[in-house]
C-alpha cells in the first residue's frame, strides 16, 4: 500500500492537466448554460449541476473550469470513499478502496467530463457515510439531520439517487427497524424532501415535465437478451474486469457478510440488480449504474485483500484503461476507433462560422447540443428553429418559440429541407468538414437563411 497515495494523487493530478487539453463535450456546454440560467429546476435533471459549475466558473468561461466541477466532486469523492472504509475496517481498507474507486475506468472519465453524474456521486458518497455513522455508531442528532441534507442533494442532482434511498429503507426495515422507533431518524426524510421541495415545485409549475422525460427516457431493444449483454459486459468495463468479476463471485457469498458488509452489498448489488434487470426491457446507459460502484469500491477492498495478486492485477488493468481512455494515440486508436472523436470538430465549425456570421446576424443550429457548443465557443445566444427534442432552450424562448431571424444555421446533417419550411431564403454556405490526424473527419453543414 505504500504507493497508494501517490497514485491516488497522481489520478487527479494528470485529470486535472488533462482537462486543459480535452475539449468540451457538447452536452458539457448543455450544463455550462444552465449555470448562466440558474433555476430550481430543468427539463433534463434537477439544477445542483448549474450551481456547480456557476461555482467553478467563477473563475472564468473555459473549457477546464467547467470540467473542474466534475473533478472536485470526484477527487472529494475518493476522500469519503477513504473515510467511510476507513471507519468500517481501518486504514488500509480505505486506502484499497478509495485505490479501486480513483482508478475506475468510469471514475477517469467523469473527472473530465462534467454531467450530473458528478455532484450525484459526491453527495451519493457523503450519504453513505453519514448513514454509515447513524446505523452503526452512537451519533448526535446532527449526524441524522446531515444524511437528510446530503440524501436531498442527492436526489436534487440526479433523480437516480431514489435507488439509494429505497436500498438503504430497506436495509433499515430488515436489519435496523427499532431505528424507527428513535425520534431523531424521523429528520432524515423531513430534511431530505425540504431540500428537493424546490425540484418539486418546478415539475409542478411545469406539468411534471422534468419527471416525465426521466421516465420517457428508456429506448426498447428488440432483443433483450442483446440489451443485457451489452449492458452487463460494459460493467466489467467501467469498474475494472478483475474488480467487476470479484463482486460477482462475492455475491455468492451473502451468507458470510456481517452487518456492514451487508449494509456495503444491499446498495451495490441492489443497484446493479435494477438496472441489469432493466436492461432486459431498454437501453441502460452505463453510467446510470456507477454510484454501486462507490459501496462495491469499499466491498471489494475488504474481501479482495487476501487475495493480493488479484488487487495488483485489477489495479494494473485499471490504469492501462485509464491510459487507452486519455491517450488512445499512444495504443494507435485513430479514426472511427478513437474515443475521443465525438468531441471533434465543434471548436473548428464554431470558428468557421465566427469568420462567415457577419455583425447582425443570429446563430442557430439543430439540436441542444449542438447550439450549446456553438454558444460556448462563440460567445453569443444561438437559437433552434428546426423541429427538435424539448429542451431548457425552448423555456428560455430560444427553441421552436423565438422570432425567425436572418443568419447563420449550422447542423451535423443535411437540414435543407425543414429550413425551407420556415425560411423564405435558405442557401447552403458550405459544407464544412474538420480534419485532424488522428480523428475520423467531421463533416457539417452551415446555411445562411432569412426569414
Not at 170 to 191: E, G, N, Q, T
Not at 341 to 369: C, I, P, W
Request: positive net charge; contains cysteine.
Amino acid at each position: 500500500m505504500r504507493y497508494a497515495l501517490p497514485l491516488t494523487v497522481a489520478t487527479f493530478v494528470v485529470g486535472f492537466l488533462f482537462n486543459f487539453y480535452f475539449p468540451l463535450y457538447t452536452d458539457e456546454a448543455y450544463y455550462w448554460l444552465w449555470s448562466k440560467h440558474l433555476d430550481i429546476g430543468y427539463l433534463d435533471h434537477p439544477p445542483v449541476t448549474a450551481f456547480v459549475i456557476w461555482i467553478t466558473t467563477l473563475l472564468g468561461d473555459y473549457g477546464w473550469s467547467v470540467k473542474f466541477a466534475a473533478l472536485a466532486c470526484y477527487a472529494l469523492s475518493a476522500y469519503f470513499v477513504f473515510l467511510l472504509a476507513k471507519r468500517g475496517y481501518g486504514r488500509d481498507v480505505g486506502i484499497a478502496a478509495t485505490l479501486i474507486f480513483s482508478l475506475s475506468p468510469a471514475v477517469t472519465v467523469g473527472m473530465s467530463i462534467m454531467t450530473p453524474d458528478a455532484p450525484l456521486t459526491l453527495f451519493w458518497t457523503m450519504s453513505l457515510y453519514y448513514a454509515y455513522k447513524v446505523l452503526f455508531e452512537e451519533s448526535k442528532a446532527s449526524d441524522f439531520a446531515i444524511l437528510g441534507i446530503l440524501i436531498g442533494l442527492s436526489m436534487a442532482s440526479k433523480y437516480t439517487a431514489a435507488l439509494l434511498v429505497i436500498f438503504i429503507v430497506i436495509y433499515v426495515a430488515v436489519k435496523k427497524w427499532r431505528m424507527l422507533l428513535d425520534k431523531r431518524s424521523w429528520l432524515i426524510p423531513l430534511i431530505s424532501i425540504a431540500v428537493f421541495s424546490p425540484v418539486v415545485w418546478w415539475n409542478y409549475t411545469h406539468d411534471w415535465l422534468g419527471f416525465g422525460f426521466q421516465l420517457s427516457r428508456a429506448i426498447l431493444k428488440p432483443n433483450p437478451l442483446q440489451g443485457f449483454g451489452e449492458f452487463f459486459g460494459g460493467l466489467f468495463a467501467i469498474f475494472s474486469p478483475v474488480f467487476m468479476g470479484f463482486l460477482v463471485y462475492e455475491l455468492f457469498k451473502w451468507r458470510s457478510y456481517d452487518e456492514k458488509e451487508k449494509f456495503f452489498a444491499t446498495i451495490t448489488y441492489g443497484v446493479l440488480g435494477f438496472f441489469i434487470y432493466k436492461s432486459f426491457f431498454g437501453h441502460m446507459e452505463l453510467n446510470w449504474a456507477a454510484p454501486a460502484f462507490i459501496s462495491g469500491s469499499v466491498l471489494v477492498a475488504l474481501r479482495i485483500r487476501h487475495y493480493r495478486k488479484f488487487f495488483i492485477s485489477g489495479i494494473a488493468i485499471a490504469v492501462i484503461l485509464g491510459l487507452i481512455i486519455r491517450f488512445p494515440f499512444l495504443f494507435g486508436l485513430q479514426g472511427a476507433a478513437n474515443p475521443h472523436r465525438r468531441v471533434f470538430g465543434y471548436a473548428e465549425v464554431a470558428q468557421r462560422v465566427k469568420q462567415l456570421k457577419t455583425t447582425n446576424e443570429a446563430v442557430m443550429s439543430d439540436h441542444l447540443t449542438n447550439a450549446s457548443i456553438l454558444w460556448f465557443y462563440i460567445g453569443a445566444p444561438v437559437t433552434i428553429p428546426t423541429d427538435s427534442r424539448m429542451s431548457a432552450f425552448d423555456f428560455w424562448g430560444l427553441g421552436a418559440n423565438a422570432p425567425l431571424k436572418k443568419g447563420i444555421y449550422m447542423s451535423r446533417s443535411d437540414e435543407s429541407e425543414a429550413l425551407k419550411r420556415i425560411y423564405g431564403s435558405v442557401e447552403l454556405v458550405e459544407k464544412f468538414e474538420a480534419k485532424k490526424e488522428g480523428f475520423k473527419n467531421v463533416e457539417f453543414y452551415i446555411f445562411r437563411v432569412a426569414p
